[in-house]
């Protein structure tokens, strides 16, 4: 399947708790973002990576640029850095990653590859409990069937371009792409089981473990 890339980088860090854009930091002498560039740079299915910065970051992004790889203007939320991003797709099938995902891998761009509209996702560890804002329990939701979200999500372009222009409309703000497919769509989503090692570096400690996991990651090969 030949395919786009939409990798995101136009979030502010606000969790945290510095002050620069968090897909900046380096994991080994490596900016966060240029480990999922690098990725799918390598990867002879994908035809464009589309670069999303804001706008006053994009002289960072400038020595990244080529005839395959374009820069998209993000906006205010993730969902309106991916409606921009959208305007550039010309593949058939688009993924559409977070670049605050550093540890994506070959193997699971070809899973995504053979099931269109499909996400990576993992099981969820914990016990989830549903609460009400009092803080009473309501109930244990069976954890059997929950999957923790993540990217790459893998989508057929007009698909999800559809779905973001109906999410558009209808000001709906889903947290992921898959989830407008879900409300405005007319396919299912699947999931492919992810890794555990797919964490999107997001409050302080992240930042550590992404360190540790890339270092047990050049320690076994
Ligand atoms: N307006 C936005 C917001 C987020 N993102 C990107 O979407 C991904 C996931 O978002 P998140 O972790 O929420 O990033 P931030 O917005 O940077 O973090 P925070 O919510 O803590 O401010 C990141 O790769 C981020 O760069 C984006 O491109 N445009
Ligand atoms: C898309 C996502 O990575 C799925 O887990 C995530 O929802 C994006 O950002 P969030 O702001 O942390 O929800």
Redesign the pocket.
Same mark, same amino acid.
């Given at each position: 399947m030949k395919y786009d890339a939409i990798?995101? +980088? +136009?979030?502010? !860090?606000?969790?945290?708790g510095i002050n620069k854009? =968090?897909?900046f930091l380096s994991i080994d002498d490596k900016p966060i973002?240029q480990y999922s560039v690098d990725l799918f740079k390598a990867d002879s299915d994908c035809q464009k990576i589309i670069l %999303? !910065? =804001?706008k006053e970051e994009q002289g960072i992004f400038t020595s990244y640029l080529s005839e395959n790889i374009v820069f998209a203007v993000? !906006? &205010?939320?993730? &969902? /309106?850095? %991916?409606r921009n991003a959208l305007k550039l797709v010309e593949s058939d099938y688009v993924m559409i990653? /977070?670049?605050?995902?550093p540890f994506i891998n070959q193997r699971e761009l070809n899973c995504l590859k053979k099931k269109p509209n499909s996400i990576l996702a993992v099981p969820v560890k914990d016990t989830i409990k549903q609460v009400e804002s009092d803080g009473k329990i309501k109930q244990t939701i069976p954890r059997e069937t929950l999957f923790s979200a993540q #990217?790459p999500q893998c989508f057929q372009s007009d698909l999800i371009i559809n779905a973001h222009m109906e999410a558009f409309e209808n000001n709906f703000l889903g947290t992921d792409d898959a989830s407008l497919i879900e409300e405005f769509g007319e396919v299912s989503v699947s999931i492919v089981e992810g890794s555990y090692n797919n964490i =999107? %570096? #997001? #409050?302080p400690e992240d930042i550590l473990m992404a360190r540790l996991i890339k270092e047990r990651m050049s320690t076994n090969g």
């Open positions: 990798i995101l +980088a +136009a979030g502010s !860090g606000r969790r945290m854009n =968090k897909i973002f %999303v !910065g =804001k993000g !906006g &205010q939320e993730r &969902q /309106d850095s %991916v990653h /977070d670049g605050a995902r #990217t =999107k %570096v #997001t #409050t």
